[in-house]
């Protein structure tokens, strides 16, 4: 199957700070990814699709200024939490879709739990 | 609007047969995912459903049925390692909609 890396897997920052999360597809290319954030016991909840070569579109609620996204290449999309906070704490996990196999399947990263002291 | 709607937890014995069901009201419905996920780890693809009917993949099988909104996963010869939460999504409007997930406990 399709394998979507995500990087870093754990980071904790103090608050005030960016964090920036990687999401690579590395054997297919992948002209859709979506940024998810999970928190405990908690259904994933879609926060932005991210499209190559264009604006994200960010889901209702989800701050675009806070939540930056950009999806530079067929294979990377990065979502940086600018100016985090202690209520940002959270897991962010990326999906790439493999639009060749006609099934719009999502294939997800590993995650990256996030804590904001 | 997208509404998913699953059972929470349940306990079952090594080797038996568990059913978990899932609701949706869905805009644009083109698809029923199911994942699992394990505490801490991010879902991994079981099965999609787009057609009414059963797929069958192993000791995993799903089923849905377009008309009453509903689908289930059915797990065959359960196995300690399918200890693990599974979680229903429902594809449409470009998105996906994730149920809340139902905790399954597999107990020797």
């Known amino acids: 199957g399709a394998v979507v890396s995500q990087h870093p897997s754990r980071v904790i920052c103090k608050s005030g700070t960016s964090v920036k999360i990687e999401c690579r597809s590395l054997d297919f290319q992948a002209t859709t990814m979506f940024w998810y954030r999970q928190f405990p016991k908690q259904s994933l909840m879609l926060m932005a699709t991210s499209n190559e070569g264009s604006k994200a579109t960010y889901e209702q609620g989800v701050e675009k200024d806070k939540f930056l996204i950009n999806h530079a290449s067929l294979t990377l999309s990065t979502l940086t939490v600018t100016s985090a906070h202690p209520e940002d704490s959270s897991f962010y996990i990326c999906?790439?879709?493999?639009?060749?196999?006609?099934?719009?399947?999502?294939?997800f990263g590993p995650g990256t739990r996030l804590t904001v002291l | 609007g997208q509404n998913i709607d699953q059972p929470t937890e349940m306990t079952a014995t090594e080797g038996a047969i568990v059913q978990i069901n899932c609701t949706y009201q869905?805009?644009?419905?083109?698809?029923l995912f199911w994942y699992q996920q394990h505490a801490g780890e991010a879902p991994t693809f079981l099965s999609y459903?787009?057609?009414?009917g059963l797929e069958e993949k192993g000791r995993f099988s799903s089923f849905l049925s377009r008309s009453k909104g509903y689908s289930y996963l059915l797990l065959k010869e359960l196995q300690m390692k399918d200890s693990a939460s599974y979680l229903c999504?429902?594809?449409?409007?470009?998105?996906?909609?994730f149920g809340k997930g139902n905790q399954v406990v597999v107990i020797p």
């Open positions: 459903n787009v057609l009414d």
């Open positions: 869905t805009s644009g419905f083109n698809g």
């Open positions: 999504a429902a594809y449409g409007n470009n998105r996906l909609a």
């Open positions: 999906s790439a879709r493999e639009a060749a196999e006609g099934t719009d399947t999502q294939y």
